[in-house]
Every structure is written in C-alpha cells, then in structure tokens.
C-alpha cells in the first residue's frame, strides 16, 4: 500500500512540475499595442490622446476608442537635440490639457542615469 501511496505522489508532483511550467511559457500579449511602457492617456472632446515611453522621441496617438491603438493616428512630436541634458532616456511621458494649451512632461537623461 505504501508503495502505491508513493507513486501516486511521485505522479501528482511531476504532473504539477509539467502543469506550473507550462503555465510559465505562456506570455500575456497586448491587444492594444506590442509595446507600451509608462502609458498615459487623457481623453478631450471626444478622443483619447495616448503615450508611451520609446527612449528616444515623444509620440501621441489619437483615437475615439483606446482599444484601436493599433491603427490610431500617431505623430512625433519631439525628437531631443544630440548630446544635451536630455538626449536620451525619455521615459514616463505625460499629456495634459491645462488652461487652454497642451503641455507635455517626460523625464530624460544625457545617457546617465544619475543626472
């Protein structure tokens, strides 16, 4: 009987090694974009206006429908001058519509990370 115990145990543990590693070899995709760090979006009479950080340049979609990003408009609106404070390592970008004007903010660097 104790051998019977015992092999079922045996199976039980390699059927969860197999069940938790194939659990880990499936990865989530976004539907909306493939890539999209840092995301922001704010929506103005009637779209949503959409960014992300891509380390090198500033680009905001815009859509009636967040789920259509995909195939939304988009457009650079800053690429940085070469070899200044912040040239490179733009991340976190934010949109925001105060007071009547647009304003951006990110935070960059000149390629190292303590500035």
Do not use: C, R
């Amino acid at each position: 009987m104790n051998k019977h115990i015992k092999k079922i145990k045996i199976s039980l543990a390699f059927l969860f090694l197999f069940v938790a590693q194939v659990s880990i070899a499936q990865t989530f995709t976004n539907p909306l974009l493939p890539s999209g760090a840092d995301p922001w979006s704010i929506y103005k009479d009637g779209y949503y206006y959409y960014t992300h950080s891509m380390q090198n340049k500033l680009v905001i979609w815009k859509t009636k429908n967040l789920a259509d990003l995909k195939t939304a408009e988009k457009k650079t609106i800053f690429i940085p001058p070469p070899n200044t404070a912040y040239s490179t390592e733009l991340w976190a970008p934010e949109i925001h519509f105060i007071s009547g004007k647009w304003y951006v903010y990110f935070a960059a660097d000149d390629g190292n990370n303590n500035n």
